[in-house]
């Protein structure tokens, strides 16, 4: 679907959200992390956080799976839930899930996911751009720079970032292509751009709420 003026939505799309991009792009946490200037714990702790932000998103994709629009955007191979507890159980221990403190950022985020994202396909389509476009865009050259930082070898730790079957370029160029050809009028391309800026918030508001915790105490 193309606009009056001549741009296609998904273009519009990320037009519109540069600042919000940007803005969780250079949080303070964010960049220490990847400076490795935070205890390993600072990076399970992450970790830990996505967890229930995927769960959320993977379950409204199997709800949505047969939906004419939202249907389209689901894909195996982006599942990110089962590499989040395999990196965790490597950075935790077996018992990772009773060691996870909890997070009010990452439960509100999921709480977001489910209100929106299980009956709109905008909502969902929303939370699965930024989730999922980012981690084929910026999120690999934070794997890559957590690899390094805290010397994570092998993906282990690290799965979460990669993807195995398939090649970023080519699937973001043709995930666009679902975006523009999707029958979302000018009101529902509205409604799915505030939701996008909503996404990108509230992830920020997990790395403020991590940026708050005294690593020094917790290294």
Do not use: C
């Amino acid at each position: 679907m193309t606009r009056p003026s001549g741009e296609t939505f998904s273009t519009v799309l990320r037009q519109a959200s540069v600042q919000d991009h940007a803005d969780a792009e250079t949080n303070g946490y964010m960049s220490d992390l990847m400076d490795g200037n935070l205890p390993l714990s600072a990076y399970a702790a992450l970790t830990a956080r996505l967890h229930p932000v995927y769960a959320a998103l993977e379950e409204a994709a199997e709800a949505m799976r047969d939906h004419p629009v939202a249907g389209r955007f689901v894909f195996a191979e982006l599942v990110r839930k089962p590499a989040l507890e395999a990196d965790l159980a490597e950075l935790l221990g077996a018992g990772w899930a009773e060691r996870v403190e909890e997070s009010p950022a990452a439960q509100v985020y999921a709480a977001r996911i489910r209100e929106v994202a299980f009956t709109w396909s905008g909502g969902f389509l929303a939370h699965h751009y930024v989730r999922y476009m980012g981690d084929l865009s910026g999120g690999q050259i934070i794997g890559r720079m957590v690899e390094r930082a805290y010397d994570l070898k092998d993906g282990k730790g690290t799965s979460f970032y990669r993807f195995a079957d398939l090649k970023a370029k080519p699937f973001k160029d043709a995930y666009r292509v679902l975006i523009d050809e999707a029958p979302f009028d000018a009101e529902e391309q509205r409604r799915i751009i505030g939701e996008v800026k909503l996404a990108y918030r509230l992830n920020t508001a997990i790395f403020d709420e991590l940026g708050a915790v005294d690593w020094s105490a917790a290294a």
